[in-house]
């Protein structure tokens, strides 16, 4: 029975018995960031399904910006509880399971890496330990402090540079979110109750990172104008994953999917997953690896 606190729907999902490749046996869960959706994955999901996976796009009730409450007070663990539940169902079917998570989407796949052991690899990208990029507000430290003092009518409003580097996807950004409330960065605005959740996430996966154990990817921009490369670093030294990888990008922002360098790091990502299913022991078949289109790199 489906957890009524979440949704989901299947990206082009590939079933074992009507698809072909070589790791039709693996599922890949797609976590967006917080009040996201999931048009910040870009093409990731699409590539993920030319090599044979299974994409689970998980959309998560209070979390997912189709799927706000005003009037519930979100939690981080029953994010973790949706998405922990998700991976029990999921290898009663597969062989092994993955997840690729964005900004606090990467935060929350931390956050159940360190609470499981049944995941083969976790693909970070741009993942959030601490607000400390050089355009967070100097008052935003403050902010705890106000909805902790009862003030929580509030939102965050996302603003230029919108965590894009690219120009013109910047303006096409700044459009869809004044029409429709949100776009491939986001929501438009993120509620106080969201941002208060989402700290004390960060808090606890600060704390519990030695004791995530998956394969571990992380992408980071050096120039991530909402979490300073530190936040990568600091994953990086504390975990207990015995793969563990770093790619630093240079010509892009923090919603890394979608700027400059989006299809290095769709690439990447992807790249990363299959290498983990052929050392997990699956058999590649490099005629179907052969017919895969190369992504072009078009800065």
Same mark, same amino acid.
């Given at each position: 029975?489906? @957890?009524?606190?979440?949704?989901?729907?299947?990206?082009?999902?590939?079933?074992?018995?009507?698809?072909?490749?070589?790791?039709? %046996?693996?599922?890949?869960?797609?976590? !967006?960031?917080?009040?996201? @959706?999931?048009?910040?994955?870009? @093409?990731?999901?699409?590539?993920?399904?030319?090599?044979?996976?299974? #994409?689970?796009?998980?959309?998560?009730?209070?979390?997912?910006?189709?799927?706000?409450?005003?009037?519930?007070?979100?939690? &981080?663990?029953? &994010?973790?509880?949706?998405?922990?539940? $998700?991976?029990?169902?999921?290898?009663?079917?597969?062989?092994?399971?993955?997840?690729?998570?964005?900004?606090?989407?990467?935060?929350?796949?931390?956050?159940?890496?360190?609470?499981?052991?049944?995941?083969? @690899? +976790?693909?970070?990208?741009?993942? #959030?330990?601490?607000?400390?990029? &050089?355009?967070?507000?100097?008052?935003?430290?403050?902010?705890? +402090? #106000?909805?902790?003092?009862?003030?929580?009518?509030?939102?965050? $409003? %996302?603003?230029?540079?919108?965590?894009?580097?690219?120009?013109?996807?910047?303006?096409?950004?700044?459009?869809?979110?004044? $029409?429709?409330?949100?776009?491939?960065?986001?929501?438009?605005?993120?509620?106080?109750? !969201?941002?208060?959740?989402?700290?004390?996430?960060?808090?606890?996966?600060?704390?519990?990172?030695?004791? +995530?154990?998956?394969?571990?990817?992380?992408? !980071?921009?050096?120039?991530?104008?909402?979490?300073?490369?530190?936040?990568?670093?600091?994953?990086?030294?504390?975990?207990?994953?015995?793969?563990?990888?770093?790619?630093?990008?240079?010509?892009?922002?923090?919603?890394?999917?979608?700027?400059?360098?989006?299809?290095?790091?769709?690439?990447?990502?992807?790249?990363?997953?299959?290498?983990?299913?052929?050392?997990?022991? !699956?058999? +590649?078949?490099?005629?179907? #690896?052969?017919?895969?289109?190369?992504? $072009?790199?078009?800065?």
């Amino acid at each position: 029975m489906e @957890s009524p606190s979440s949704t989901e729907h299947k990206v082009e999902a590939v079933s074992p018995d009507r698809h072909g490749g070589p790791h039709k %046996e693996h599922a890949v869960i797609l976590l !967006h960031g917080l009040c996201g @959706s999931q048009l910040e994955l870009g @093409s990731i999901p699409k590539q993920l399904k030319k090599i044979g996976c299974t #994409v689970i796009a998980l959309n998560i009730d209070n979390y997912s910006a189709s799927l706000t409450d005003p009037a519930v007070m979100p939690d &981080w663990e029953q &994010w973790c509880a949706v998405v922990e539940s $998700k991976i029990a169902r999921l290898k009663e079917e597969f062989k092994t399971v993955s997840i690729c998570g964005l900004s606090m989407g990467a935060t929350l796949a931390l956050a159940v890496a360190a609470r499981s052991t049944e995941l083969l @690899s +976790v693909v970070l990208l741009s993942p #959030v330990l601490q607000y400390d990029g &050089w355009s967070v507000p100097w008052y935003q430290k403050l902010l705890t +402090v #106000v909805f902790d003092a009862g003030i929580r009518n509030w939102s965050y $409003k %996302e603003s230029d540079p919108y965590g894009i580097k690219n120009v013109d996807m910047r303006r096409r950004v700044a459009a869809a979110l004044e $029409k429709d409330g949100v776009a491939a960065v986001g929501a438009a605005s993120i509620p106080a109750r !969201h941002l208060r959740a989402a700290l004390r996430m960060m808090a606890y996966v600060h704390e519990s990172l030695p004791l +995530v154990q998956a394969n571990t990817l992380i992408i !980071h921009s050096i120039d991530d104008e909402t979490a300073s490369p530190k936040n990568a670093e600091v994953i990086l030294q504390n975990i207990s994953s015995e793969v563990r990888k770093v790619i630093w990008l240079g010509d892009c922002y923090h919603i890394i999917t979608v700027d400059n360098e989006r299809e290095i790091v769709t690439n990447e990502a992807v790249l990363f997953i299959r290498r983990a299913l052929e050392l997990h022991g !699956h058999e +590649v078949s490099r005629k179907y #690896v052969a017919h895969m289109s190369p992504l $072009k790199d078009r800065r």
